[in-house]
């Protein structure tokens, strides 16, 4: 069993910032990727930035480059994302993703997902 906390969402004005965290606990032997997905009303769920087991970023949506940053700990089976000059147009529940979990009990997983956390950018 494998499990996902995400914490850090909230609400903020224009210009301001958040840091997200997901911690993933449990019979976890290796994960390959970790990112993040977001889902603004209305729209479907996209990945907004992803980062594989070697630390290397393979994927940050134009739309958040330069702006926002992901990061993870391997010791910790935790991804972080680092998100700056938040815009109303980052308004979303942002999810969770594991990619290519090696798990100690049923072997291989394609993916695990987080509940969402609710970030909201208004004045």
């Known amino acids: 069993q494998v499990h996902l906390q995400e914490s850090g969402g909230g609400l903020v004005q224009p210009g301001g910032s958040l840091r997200l965290s997901c911690a993933a606990s449990?019979?976890?032997?290796?994960?390959?990727?970790m990112g993040w997905y977001r889902q603004a009303p209305g729209k479907q769920r996209a990945l907004v930035a992803r980062i594989t087991s070697g630390g290397g970023t393979n994927y940050v949506d134009s739309s958040v480059k330069g702006r926002f940053t992901v990061s993870r700990d391997n010791a910790k089976n935790t991804v972080y994302l680092e998100m700056n000059s938040l815009k109303p147009e980052d308004t979303a529940v942002y999810y969770c993703n594991l990619g290519g979990v090696v798990t100690t009990t049923i072997g291989y997983v394609a993916e695990y997902w987080g509940q969402g956390t609710q970030v909201t950018v208004s004045s």
């Open positions: 449990g019979s976890i032997f290796s994960i390959n990727a």
